[in-house]
């Protein structure tokens, strides 16, 4: 079974760069079927997927998000790293990272990491 845990700074200041690592054990970013991928929740509101990285490396994402996101890896440590760059405090939330699964019958999110809360306050 495929366990991810995120860690990284619970508070910045508007303009800082965010950058949150989600810990694969139990699995291979590289070998597994997955797409690797960050999802985010403001609080009072719904998820928000911002992108993922595949196996091959190759990365997607959100399209409104797309200038400040990056997503990487550190193959060696089975690790995903996402920064996310000139943050308001629109972007507080719980950062969430998760496997999508292509099924025959669709794509289906099957493993979630427990999330982190990240703050951005003045």
């Known amino acids: 079974q495929v366990r991810l845990q995120e860690s990284g700074p619970g508070l910045l200041k508007p303009s800082q760069t965010l950058s949150l690592t989600c810990t694969v054990s139990?699995?291979?970013?590289?070998?597994?079927?997955?797409?690797w991928n960050w999802i985010r929740q403001p609080p009072g509101k719904g998820l928000e997927w911002i992108g993922y990285?595949?196996?091959?490396?190759?990365?997607y994402y959100n399209p409104p998000l797309k200038s400040r996101t990056s997503i990487s890896r550190d193959t060696s440590k089975n690790q995903l790293t996402l920064q996310l760059s000139s943050l308001t405090p629109e972007d507080t939330a719980v950062y969430y990272c998760?496997?999508?699964?292509?099924?025959?019958?669709?794509?289906?999110?099957?493993?979630w990491g427990q999330g982190t809360r990240v703050t951005v306050s003045s």
């Open positions: 139990g699995g291979s970013i590289t070998t597994d079927p997955y797409y």
């Open positions: 990285i595949g196996r091959s490396g190759k990365t």
């Open positions: 998760a496997t999508l699964r292509d099924y025959s019958d669709g794509y289906y999110y099957t493993y």
